[in-house]
């Protein structure tokens, strides 16, 4: 009874899981096909130029009896931050990470607790049970990184857009 309620469970996830993939696909697909045949949309916000922020070269010294730790951090304070590369423009994007996480690592607790229940009663648990319940352990792990990493990317864009 056990193995079916733990399978049939599994097996609903897994329902679930493509279920949203293919409504996620079926979005992006029908927003594509919307977009195309739509007139471009005009920016309403405008933004002001920002003056730069370095100081005229009149008001610089001239002196070359300063440190070349002053030069480093003089340059680095002027400098303006490197745009984000692509790399990290993807991982922002993926924003279904972490339910996805959320949700492998509630089957894997699932899965798991079942697995002690089999094994602390007289029958014996299904060869291939232990394997699935480390995959999912280390998809659930790898899957929750991921959205980690995805947090940090959006946290980079964010803060690059508010420096410009």
């Known amino acids: 009874m056990a193995w079916m309620l733990v399978m049939g469970s599994v097996m609903l996830s897994v329902v679930v899981c493509l279920g949203w993939a ?13 977009t195309s045949s739509a007139p471009p949309k005009k920016s309403t916000s405008r933004r002001t130029p920002t003056p730069s922020k370095r100081q005229p070269t009149a008001r610089r010294k001239t002196s070359s009896t300063r440190s070349s730790t002053s030069r480093s951090t003089a340059g680095k304070a002027d400098a303006e931050p490197s745009p984000p590369w692509g790399l990290t423009r993807l991982l922002a994007s993926c924003r279904a990470a972490l339910p996805l996480g959320l949700l492998v ?6 899965a798991r607790l079942a697995e002690v229940g089999m094994q602390s009663s007289s ?10 319940v480390a995959v999912l352990g280390w998809t659930a792990s790898l ?3 991921l959205a980690v990493l995805s947090l940090l990317a959006s946290w ?8 410009q």
């Not at 690592?105 to 699932?110: A, Q, R, S, V």
Request: charged fraction near 20%; aromatic fraction near 18%.
């Open 22 to 34: 293919g409504w996620a696909l079926g979005r992006w697909c029908l927003g594509r096909l919307n």
């Open 105 to 110: 690592l509630f089957l894997f607790g699932g």
């Open 123 to 132: 029958q014996s648990v299904p060869d291939g049970y232990h394997k699935v």
């Open 143 to 145: 899957t929750l990184l």
């Open 156 to 163: 980079r864009i964010a803060w690059y857009e508010a420096r």
